[in-house]
């Protein structure tokens, strides 16, 4: 099992730039692929990135290739989100995750078998 606390949400102004953190605690954290999804107000959970539980291989939704980039630690049990040139329209919630049973991850929900709490971010135009 794991437990997983994002971190490094806020406010900031589009164009702008947000890291965030996702801490995961508990065994074995490497054998999880992981995953960035987020929530906006009103709408469905949606996928914003995937990691490979070596990190050796990543993907993206469209909406964010190129602005955004996952990265993990292994060593360090964490998971990164860089998002870079942020729109008003990347507000949302969002939540890391971990899958059990992809070595490289999925884009679906229900693939994942842990989720944090969230962090919100909110970008202003």
């Known amino acids: 099992q794991v437990q997983l606390v994002e971190s490094g949400g806020g406010l900031v102004q589009a164009g702008g730039s947000l890291r965030l953190s996702c801490a995961a605690s508990?065994?074995?954290?490497?054998?999880?692929?992981m995953g960035w999804f987020r929530q906006a107000p009103g709408k469905e959970r949606e996928f914003v990135a995937r990691?490979?539980?070596?990190?050796?291989?990543?993907s993206y939704a469209d909406y964010v290739k190129g602005r955004f980039t996952i990265s993990r630690d292994n060593a360090k049990n964490m998971v990164y989100l860089i998002m870079n040139n942020l729109k008003p329209e990347d507000t949302a919630v969002y939540y890391c995750?971990?899958?059990?049973?992809?070595?490289?991850?999925?884009?679906?929900?229900?693939?994942?078998?842990?989720w944090g709490q969230g962090t919100q971010v909110t970008v202003s135009s």
């Open positions: 995750a971990a899958a059990a049973r992809f070595i490289i991850g999925s884009t679906r929900l229900d693939d994942y078998d842990y």
């Open positions: 508990g065994r074995a954290f490497s054998t999880y692929a």
């Open positions: 990691i490979s539980r070596s990190g050796g291989s990543t």
